[in-house]
């Protein structure tokens, strides 16, 4: 029988509670940037042997220095507790290791810390590691093969791209997204996975050709492969971009095929449009997305439009459990293959349906046993894959 989540996962949070109850209760600074700044300290501390900070003095020296070399990832490099509440904070810091379990409790830490800021607004509900990682190994991804995704996150769709690959080169991974905080804590994941040299940018990725501004300097992608002299074309795509969100801007309906004639039009169709446009022909995509985009009346010259553009390759649905306690709306994993010209024969369509989510009503991570780690989530999504890999094999697909 499948298990709720232990401690083992559970601590960190734990943590986090513990830090945010100091700092509100006693300090009224920003307690998410003040924890942040700790956790990164922390990190630096475990990943080059060094001693704990005994003094906030030698804690901003060293701050600084973190920032020098990994720039980006500090909104500033100066901790604003005092004293005594540091003090406290490195007391209760002392008893946890944020290396004990490896990249992956890393990996999960980055993600808890976004979800704690974000909250689930504008629907940026992130993705649950199984679900990134098998869509990581059904896009297979391979050396010499640039990766995208425009809604970054914590930037764990390329972490887990690395991850299922080694001979992938950190230079081919690009990832974009408009949140700050997102951009901060994926730069922070390249630096401590050594994936320093991949790409991560604060941009709105639906803007195209920096047609559009909010008086903030705001970039498209596409300039920032000019500057980059990176081709504008990208050999794979995977992502989740949010959920939420109606786009209403003139500027960007107006560049937009899908939303021709329209006033407004939900954020994720025209993510749907933009990461074909950023496939080259031939490349590969996953893309999570509500079920209404796959069965809607309203969505139905979108999936023509979509069919006309890609090989649809397969859609595996996920239960509605997955994406809890931030929401319960369903949804499936589209894998799509761009295509070179047009196709007048009939395709064959791999379908699956994910039966367990890995977690209970209340958004619990549910285990086969008492080894409670990602690899051990209650989940079927690996029986899935065995399938999708034997429809690819008999469809002669190539990856």
Known sequence: MATRKSKKLDTFEGLYKRLEEVILANSGENEFEEIFKLVVLKLWNELNDEPVELTMDKANLKLRKIDLLWGGVLSEPRLLLCEEHYQICVSILKTFSLLKDGYEGVDGIFEFLISKEKKGSKGQYFTPRYIVDFCAKVINPKPGETILDPAAGSGAFLYHAKQNCDGINANDLWGFDFDIVATRVAKLLMYVSKLEKSHIYRVNSLIKNNKVSDGENITSIEDILRIEKQKELFDIIMTNPPFAGEITESEILESYFVSTGKNRIER?????ERCIELLKPNGRMSIVLPDNIFGSRETEDLRRWINE?????????????????????????????????????????????????????????????????????DHDLNDILLEFNDFKNAEKIGW
């Open 268 to 272: 994720d169709i025209l993510f749907i």
């Open 309 to 377: 553009k890609c090989r649809i390759i397969g859609v595996v649905g996920i239960p509605r459990n997955t994406f809890m306690p931030h929401t319960a709306v369903k949804t499936s994993i589209l894998f799509l293959q761009k295509r070179e010209k047009k196709s007048k024969c009939e395709e064959n369509i791999f379908f699956a349906i994910s039966e367990k989510p890995g977690k209970d009503g209340r958004g619990n991570i549910l285990y086969k046993g008492d080894i409670h780690t990602w690899a051990e989530v």
